[in-house]
């Protein structure tokens, strides 16, 4: 399968823990982007990657939040000191970036936080 | 900033019949695109149809065509032959042209749930 694959897809941990997530892209796309849906919710924008550069970040991304995409290929999102907030779940989608084909954005399953 | 839209959370149409969802948008961006998404019960997002802001004639992709009405900022999805597989969650979403300079994020609506009965 060369879609969009998210790793962990179940992640429950305690408030304050340190949670990781992995998300790796569409081999040929070079735009990485995360988004946080909760429930009830559409997904909301929380920051994009072209190559390994980290060009936007929304105000939803506190300083607890960091995302890497180093050598461009895979994406890391963590969150550190998790709050019960926090749970949601947190989709990776990639895509080509400008003038290399159409702009559509492909999605990975998602992971699904609870904070408890 | 631009907001999407949707004001039906929930829909029900039965096998074969024609379903329109509705979707309104603000901005104030001349050159943009519109998209449905569709995300099924504990599946992934996939794209089921995109408008060009800058094309006049309405998108269409198989059972599935929109009615963009530019002046209005309207962007509504029509699904003909409702099948049992369109039971999901559709999301109205809206993205800047490449050539404003900014990220192509997308700004979703907070979607609308479609069941499909028999």
């Known amino acids: 399968d060369t879609g969009v694959s998210q790793d962990p897809r179940h992640k429950i941990t305690k408030r304050g823990q340190n949670v990781t997530f992995r998300c790796d892209p569409i081999s040929e796309h070079n735009r990485l982007y995360w988004y946080r849906q909760t429930l009830g919710q559409g997904p909301e924008f929380l920051t994009y990657f072209q190559n390994e550069a980290q060009l936007e970040k929304s105000r939803l991304l506190s300083d607890r939040f960091s995302a890497e995409r180093p050598k461009g290929s895979f994406s890391t999102l963590e969150i550190q000191r998790t709050e019960q907030g926090d749970s949601a779940m947190y989709l990776c989608?990639?895509?080509?970036?400008?003038?290399?084909?159409?702009?559509?954005?492909?999605f990975g399953p998602g992971t699904r936080l609870t904070v408890l | 900033a631009q907001t999407v839209t949707q004001s039906q959370p929930e829909m029900s149409v039965q096998e074969a019949e024609t379903v329109t969802l509705s979707c309104t948008y603000d901005t104030s961006e001349n050159n943009y695109y519109l998209f449905w998404y569709k995300q099924p019960p504990s599946r992934q997002m996939i794209l089921v149809i995109r408008q060009e802001a800058y094309k006049q004639q309405n998108a269409t992709e198989n059972r599935f065509s929109v009615n963009f009405q530019k002046a209005a900022k309207s962007f509504s999805l029509k699904i003909s032959d409702s099948q049992l597989g369109d039971t999901a969650m559709y999301f109205c979403a809206f993205m800047k042209h490449e050539n404003t300079g900014t990220a192509s994020k997308l700004t979703f609506g907070t979607g609308t749930r479609l069941q499909v009965t028999l």
């Open positions: 989608a990639s895509s080509l970036a400008l003038g290399q084909g159409l702009n559509e954005q492909f």
